[in-house]
Protein backbone atom coordinates (compact mmCIF):
# COMPACT_ATOMS: atom_id res chain seq x y z
CA UNK A 1 0.00 0.00 0.00
CA UNK A 2 0.82 3.68 -0.31
CA UNK A 3 3.34 5.22 2.08
CA UNK A 4 3.05 8.03 4.27
CA UNK A 5 5.91 9.58 6.33
CA UNK A 6 6.52 11.36 9.51
CA UNK A 7 9.04 13.46 10.35
CA UNK A 8 10.37 14.14 13.61
CA UNK A 9 9.04 10.17 14.93
CA UNK A 10 9.40 12.15 18.25
CA UNK A 11 10.69 15.59 19.73
CA UNK A 12 11.13 16.79 22.73
CA UNK A 13 10.98 20.86 23.13
CA UNK A 14 10.98 23.64 25.58
CA UNK A 15 7.68 25.67 26.87
CA UNK A 16 7.12 28.52 24.40
CA UNK A 17 9.17 27.07 21.37
CA UNK A 18 7.89 26.05 17.89
CA UNK A 19 7.63 22.51 16.49
CA UNK A 20 7.32 21.56 13.11
CA UNK A 21 5.83 18.29 12.00
CA UNK A 22 5.92 17.48 8.48
CA UNK A 23 3.86 14.80 6.66
CA UNK A 24 4.74 13.41 3.48
CA UNK A 25 3.32 10.92 1.28
CA UNK A 26 5.92 8.67 -0.68
CA UNK A 27 4.62 7.47 -3.73
CA UNK A 28 1.20 8.93 -4.22
CA UNK A 29 0.13 12.40 -4.56
CA UNK A 30 -2.21 13.59 -1.65
CA UNK A 31 -4.58 16.55 -2.35
CA UNK A 32 -5.91 15.70 1.29
CA UNK A 33 -4.25 15.08 4.09
CA UNK A 34 -5.72 15.20 7.89
CA UNK A 35 -4.38 15.65 11.15
CA UNK A 36 -4.98 13.75 14.05
CA UNK A 37 -3.94 14.39 17.71
CA UNK A 38 -3.65 11.37 20.18
CA UNK A 39 -3.42 11.60 24.05
CA UNK A 40 -2.30 8.33 25.81
CA UNK A 41 -5.37 5.00 26.14
CA UNK A 42 -6.99 7.41 24.47
CA UNK A 43 -8.56 7.83 20.78
CA UNK A 44 -7.26 9.97 17.79
CA UNK A 45 -9.08 13.36 17.18
CA UNK A 46 -9.31 14.93 14.18
CA UNK A 47 -8.11 18.77 14.14
CA UNK A 48 -8.24 19.48 10.56
CA UNK A 49 -8.35 18.84 7.03
CA UNK A 50 -5.34 20.13 5.35
CA UNK A 51 -6.37 20.77 1.20
CA UNK A 52 -3.32 21.17 -1.05
CA UNK A 53 -3.46 25.02 -1.92
CA UNK A 54 -5.82 26.04 0.41
CA UNK A 55 -6.26 27.19 3.93
CA UNK A 56 -6.96 23.90 5.89
CA UNK A 57 -10.18 23.71 7.78
CA UNK A 58 -10.21 23.17 11.32
CA UNK A 59 -12.42 21.50 13.82
CA UNK A 60 -14.74 22.93 16.32
CA UNK A 61 -12.34 23.67 19.39
CA UNK A 62 -9.02 23.50 17.30
CA UNK A 63 -7.09 26.48 17.48
CA UNK A 64 -6.01 27.32 14.01
CA UNK A 65 -3.52 29.95 15.31
CA UNK A 66 -1.99 27.36 17.55
CA UNK A 67 -1.87 24.95 15.37
CA UNK A 68 -0.29 26.11 11.55
CA UNK A 69 -1.10 24.05 8.85
CA UNK A 70 0.51 24.35 5.28
CA UNK A 71 0.08 22.07 2.52
CA UNK A 72 2.24 23.48 0.22
CA UNK A 73 2.30 20.32 -2.31
CA UNK A 74 0.62 17.37 -3.35
CA UNK A 75 3.51 15.14 -0.98
CA UNK A 76 4.00 17.69 2.04
CA UNK A 77 1.13 18.76 4.70
CA UNK A 78 3.05 20.69 7.91
CA UNK A 79 1.53 20.94 11.07
CA UNK A 80 3.01 23.49 13.35
CA UNK A 81 2.49 23.91 17.19
CA UNK A 82 3.07 27.46 17.97
CA UNK A 83 4.56 28.62 21.27
CA UNK A 84 4.18 25.08 22.61
CA UNK A 85 3.31 24.03 26.38
CA UNK A 86 3.00 21.23 28.51
CA UNK A 87 -0.35 20.91 27.24
CA UNK A 88 -0.03 20.39 23.62
CA UNK A 89 2.27 17.27 24.67
CA UNK A 90 0.55 14.23 22.13
CA UNK A 91 1.04 12.13 19.92
CA UNK A 92 0.37 14.07 16.24
CA UNK A 93 -0.75 11.64 13.18
CA UNK A 94 -1.51 12.33 9.58
CA UNK A 95 -2.96 10.48 7.35
CA UNK A 96 -3.77 11.08 3.34
CA UNK A 97 -5.81 10.12 0.52
CA UNK A 98 -4.87 8.80 -3.11
CA UNK A 99 -7.85 10.18 -4.53
CA UNK A 100 -10.17 13.37 -3.67
CA UNK A 101 -13.22 11.95 -2.03
CA UNK A 102 -12.43 8.55 -1.95
CA UNK A 103 -10.05 5.91 -1.65
CA UNK A 104 -8.26 4.36 1.41
CA UNK A 105 -6.91 6.77 4.25
CA UNK A 106 -3.32 5.93 4.45
CA UNK A 107 -1.99 6.89 8.25
CA UNK A 108 1.82 7.81 9.01
CA UNK A 109 3.91 6.41 12.28
CA UNK A 110 3.14 9.43 14.35
CA UNK A 111 5.01 11.86 16.08
CA UNK A 112 5.23 12.06 19.72
CA UNK A 113 5.57 15.99 21.06
CA UNK A 114 6.91 16.39 24.61
CA UNK A 115 7.02 19.89 25.88
CA UNK A 116 8.80 20.52 28.98
CA UNK B 1 -24.07 14.24 18.85
CA UNK B 2 -22.36 11.82 16.41
CA UNK B 3 -20.60 9.21 17.81
CA UNK B 4 -18.42 6.26 17.46
CA UNK B 5 -18.13 3.62 20.55
CA UNK B 6 -17.07 0.64 21.82
CA UNK B 7 -19.16 -1.54 24.35
CA UNK B 8 -15.62 -3.28 25.62
CA UNK B 9 -12.79 -1.11 26.19
CA UNK B 10 -10.86 -4.26 27.31
CA UNK B 11 -10.48 -8.22 26.01
CA UNK B 12 -8.08 -11.13 26.44
CA UNK B 13 -8.28 -14.00 24.44
CA UNK B 14 -6.68 -17.20 24.13
CA UNK B 15 -4.06 -17.86 21.66
CA UNK B 16 -6.12 -19.98 19.31
CA UNK B 17 -9.84 -18.89 20.02
CA UNK B 18 -11.51 -16.19 17.86
CA UNK B 19 -12.01 -12.17 19.23
CA UNK B 20 -14.91 -10.65 18.50
CA UNK B 21 -14.78 -6.68 19.01
CA UNK B 22 -17.90 -4.53 18.95
CA UNK B 23 -18.73 -1.21 17.83
CA UNK B 24 -22.17 1.11 18.24
CA UNK B 25 -22.56 4.12 15.90
CA UNK B 26 -24.97 6.84 16.13
CA UNK B 27 -25.09 8.62 13.20
CA UNK B 28 -27.29 7.05 10.56
CA UNK B 29 -25.90 8.85 7.96
CA UNK B 30 -22.67 6.78 8.04
CA UNK B 31 -21.92 5.20 4.79
CA UNK B 32 -18.15 3.68 5.31
CA UNK B 33 -16.87 2.19 7.93
CA UNK B 34 -13.23 1.23 8.76
CA UNK B 35 -11.51 -0.94 11.52
CA UNK B 36 -8.05 -0.22 12.37
CA UNK B 37 -5.15 -2.03 14.35
CA UNK B 38 -3.02 0.30 16.44
CA UNK B 39 0.26 -0.72 17.96
CA UNK B 40 2.01 0.67 20.86
CA UNK B 41 3.71 4.10 19.62
CA UNK B 42 2.28 3.51 16.11
CA UNK B 43 -0.16 4.87 13.40
CA UNK B 44 -3.19 3.22 12.59
CA UNK B 45 -3.32 0.19 10.38
CA UNK B 46 -5.84 -0.29 7.96
CA UNK B 47 -7.87 -3.70 8.87
CA UNK B 48 -10.77 -3.84 7.02
CA UNK B 49 -13.51 -1.62 5.59
CA UNK B 50 -17.26 -2.10 4.91
CA UNK B 51 -19.51 0.07 2.95
CA UNK B 52 -23.31 0.78 4.42
CA UNK B 53 -24.89 -1.11 1.11
CA UNK B 54 -22.70 -4.37 2.58
CA UNK B 55 -23.74 -6.34 5.72
CA UNK B 56 -20.48 -8.95 5.91
CA UNK B 57 -17.12 -9.02 4.52
CA UNK B 58 -14.50 -10.83 4.81
CA UNK B 59 -10.53 -10.73 5.01
CA UNK B 60 -7.75 -12.74 5.78
CA UNK B 61 -9.09 -14.02 9.24
CA UNK B 62 -11.26 -10.85 9.85
CA UNK B 63 -14.55 -10.69 9.12
CA UNK B 64 -16.41 -7.18 9.86
CA UNK B 65 -20.21 -7.64 10.17
CA UNK B 66 -22.55 -4.21 9.97
CA UNK B 67 -26.04 -4.01 11.40
CA UNK B 68 -27.69 -0.98 10.32
CA UNK B 69 -30.59 -1.47 11.35
CA UNK B 70 -29.01 -1.17 15.58
CA UNK B 71 -26.10 0.66 14.20
CA UNK B 72 -23.73 -2.12 15.23
CA UNK B 73 -20.23 -3.15 13.65
CA UNK B 74 -18.01 -6.04 14.84
CA UNK B 75 -14.91 -7.48 14.02
CA UNK B 76 -14.39 -10.94 13.71
CA UNK B 77 -10.68 -12.23 14.05
CA UNK B 78 -10.38 -15.95 13.44
CA UNK B 79 -7.31 -18.02 15.26
CA UNK B 80 -6.40 -14.79 17.44
CA UNK B 81 -2.29 -14.91 17.26
CA UNK B 82 0.01 -13.17 19.97
CA UNK B 83 0.72 -10.45 16.77
CA UNK B 84 -2.70 -9.25 17.51
CA UNK B 85 -2.25 -7.75 20.70
CA UNK B 86 -3.25 -4.09 19.73
CA UNK B 87 -5.97 -1.28 20.31
CA UNK B 88 -8.61 -1.85 17.74
CA UNK B 89 -10.75 1.25 16.74
CA UNK B 90 -13.54 1.47 14.25
CA UNK B 91 -14.23 4.81 12.64
CA UNK B 92 -17.11 6.11 10.67
CA UNK B 93 -17.75 8.19 7.95
CA UNK B 94 -20.07 9.79 5.30
CA UNK B 95 -19.54 10.70 1.68
CA UNK B 96 -20.31 14.24 2.55
CA UNK B 97 -17.88 15.19 4.92
CA UNK B 98 -15.02 14.13 2.11
CA UNK B 99 -15.00 10.99 4.09
CA UNK B 100 -13.28 12.69 7.02
CA UNK B 101 -13.19 9.54 9.88
CA UNK B 102 -14.37 9.75 13.69
CA UNK B 103 -12.74 7.15 15.90
CA UNK B 104 -14.80 5.27 18.27
CA UNK B 105 -12.36 5.32 21.48
CA UNK B 106 -10.72 2.09 20.97
CA UNK B 107 -10.30 -1.62 22.39
CA UNK B 108 -7.74 -3.15 23.73
CA UNK B 109 -6.89 -6.37 22.59
CA UNK B 110 -4.62 -8.96 24.73
CA UNK B 111 -3.99 -12.13 23.55
CA UNK B 112 -2.26 -14.83 25.91
CA UNK B 113 0.14 -17.54 24.78
Known amino acids: GAVVSQHPSWVICKSGTSVKIECRSL??????MFWYRQFPKQSLMLMAT?????????EQGVEKDKFLINHASLTLSTLTVTSAHPEDSSFYIC????????????FGEGSRLTVL | GESVGLHLPTLSVQEGDNSIINCAYS??????FIWYKQESGKGPQFIID?????DKRQGQRVTVLLNKTVKHLSLQIAATQPGDSAVYFC????????????FGKGTLLTVNP
Open chain 1, 95 to 106: SARDRPYAGELF
Open chain 1, 27 to 32: DFQATT
Open chain 1, 50 to 58: SNEGSKATY
Open chain 2, 27 to 32: NSASDY
Open chain 2, 50 to 54: IRSNM
Open chain 2, 91 to 102: ADSREGSNYKLT
